[in-house]
């Protein structure tokens, strides 16, 4: 038996996407995000009410196949960092895959920050456009409210932490682990991978930033009510790069729902409008 998870291949839809910004609202000057400014907590994603992002959604379903162990304590623990992110890297071409798309729509809504030193956001967020089941990256949507210290950025759901985005130091290598809340404990680590020069909607950024995260959902059992057939581990683990001034602009995860299935998800900025401007028509799909 091996004592290693199996690390899922996957599928990675390849589409181009025409994009359009607005910036700027009313008859005031635009104001354009700089595309070489340092990272800061301040400004990796800009906090303000009517602030808008327009992302396409690409969703694969991957069958997999994964071990199942006699007891709990025979499940091995997770791959490291470094397998898991090499394979976000790896290419496979499946025949006619099914590919589900949609445009989800994330807005600042209200300002109900509680002191000067901690700015709360409530999120409006909306999947549109939908052509199957897609499902947006987790770090996109587990969230009701938008929370922002001097060293964090964390989503809040009903009173607890949903997700913490990036927390503590923005330099590369710098790691993180945080407990959420849910039926069982699920442990979220996550490290700042690189800064880099990345293209947004035609624009190159630099000072990007690529953090990668893994969310340990724990051993799970297999079975029905009255018998079990094995255990395993469940993980979901992924990217998201923030590009200073402009906020998030490309997620791409893998995610097990269950025991076998993965699913391959990503979120690619396609427009951005900033302080209550309308957000830009969505790009057709190729």
Request: hydrophobic residues 40%; proline residues 8%.
């Amino acid at each position: 038996m091996s004592n290693r998870c199996a690390s899922p291949a996957f599928f990675v839809a390849n589409c181009v996407l025409a994009a359009t910004v607005l910036v700027g609202c009313g008859g005031e000057s635009p104001t354009v995000p700089r595309n070489d400014a340092e990272p800061s907590f301040y400004n990796i994603w800009p906090a303000a009410v009517g602030n808008h992002w327009t992302y396409e959604v690409v969703t694969v379903d991957l069958p997999g196949s994964y071990t199942l162990y006699p007891t709990a304590e025979e499940v091995p623990p997770l791959p490291s960092m470094n397998e898991l992110y090499s394979t976000l890297t790896v290419k496979r071409v499946y025949n006619d895959p099914e590919v589900y798309r949609g445009t989800y729509h994330l807005r600042f809504s209200e300002d109900i920050s509680p002191s000067a030193e901690i700015v709360a956001l409530r999120l409006n967020n909306q999947m549109v456009d939908i052509a199957g089941h897609p499902y947006p990256p987790s770090p996109l949507w587990l969230g009701q409210v938008w929370m922002r210290s001097a060293t964090r950025i964390a989503y809040n759901v009903a009173g607890f932490v949903g997700w913490v985005h990036l927390e503590g130091a923005l330099a590369p290598g710098h790691e993180f682990s945080v407990e959420l809340p849910s039926i069982t404990t699920m442990e979220l680590t996550a490290r700042v991978w690189r800064t880099f020069r990345y293209s947004v909607l035609d624009i190159a950024y630099s000072n990007c930033i690529e953090c990668f995260y893994v969310l340990d959902e724990g051993v799970q059992r297999e079975g029905t009510a009255y018998e079990t057939e094995g255990y395993y581990r469940k993980y979901t683990y992924g990217v998201v790069v923030y590009a200073p001034e402009l906020g998030p602009v490309y997620f791409h995860e893998m995610n097990m729902p269950s025991r076998g299935v993965w699913n391959n998800r990503a979120a690619t900025l396609s427009a951005f409008a900033n302080e209550g401007a309308p957000p830009a028509a969505v790009a057709e799909h190729p």
